[in-house]
Antibody, heavy 114, light 112 residues
């Protein structure tokens, strides 16, 4: 059974950093594109970043480009999102998803506030 | 970026009656490989999104056959043949033909 479990969310001040993790089980990260999708409280969905099977191709939405880094450890089967220079508008539930969105984790809440 | 426009914003439906959600993209979603990467997601209250339909009309495994997707180019539709109580939630279309992948604003389905 495919499972995605995110962790690492929490309260951080504007300008701060946070690293999210997504532990995958039931499949190998090295065989799939992986993504981070976020949802601000009470708002819609935004596909924030994606990374290919080998980890050598990455794409970011403009609003996070230069501040967020998506990466993966295929040996440990863990997907990461390193977030820096965080802004209030980055407050959201961050979901880890596989491929075209067939599988989602439960999400982890990131709150950026002073 | 490709803009995805959904209508209506809110859809009150009587149990057992059909429902239809429209999604329009600002440009054609046909990819260079000939496929159209238009997906539909359901988000029940308090839950993670769940994909229902991929590539316009293909139902994901476990999705009831009362859900169907259709369309081409820039115009797409999600239909629920007979709405059940468990269908309450927000429905999103999403295009994965171009980067960044973009979602529609969502349609809230509720029971009258």
């Amino acid at each position: 059974e495919v499972q995605l479990v995110e962790s690492g969310g929490g309260l951080v001040q504007p300008g701060g950093s946070l690293r999210l993790s997504c532990v995958a089980s039931g499949f190998t990260l090295s065989s799939h594109w992986m993504n981070w999708v976020r949802q601000a409280p009470g708002k819609g969905l935004e596909w924030a970043a994606k990374i290919n099977q080998d980890g050598n191709e990455r794409h970011y939405v403009d609003s996070v480009k230069g501040r967020f880094t998506i990466s993966k450890d295929n040996a440990k089967n863990i997907l990461y999102l390193q977030m820096s220079s965080l802004r209030v508008e980055d407050t959201a539930v961050y979901y880890c998803t596989r491929g075209g969105g067939r599988h989602w984790g439960q999400g982890t809440l990131v709150t950026v506030s002073s | 970026d490709v803009v995805m426009t959904q209508s209506p914003l809110s859809l009150p439906v009587t149990l057992g009656q059909p429902a239809s959600i429209s999604c329009r993209s600002s440009q054609s979603l046909v990819y260079s490989d000939g496929n159209t990467y238009l997906n539909w997601f359901q988000q029940r209250p308090g839950q993670s999104p769940r994909r229902l339909i991929y590539q316009v009309s293909n139902r994901d495994s476990g999705v009831p056959d009362r859900f169907s997707g259709s369309g081409s180019g820039t115009d797409f539709t999600l239909k629920i043949s007979r709405v059940e109580a468990e269908d309450v939630g927000v429905y999103y279309c999403m295009q994965a033909t171009y980067w960044p992948h973009t979602f529609g604003g969502g349609t809230k389905v509720e029971i009258k």
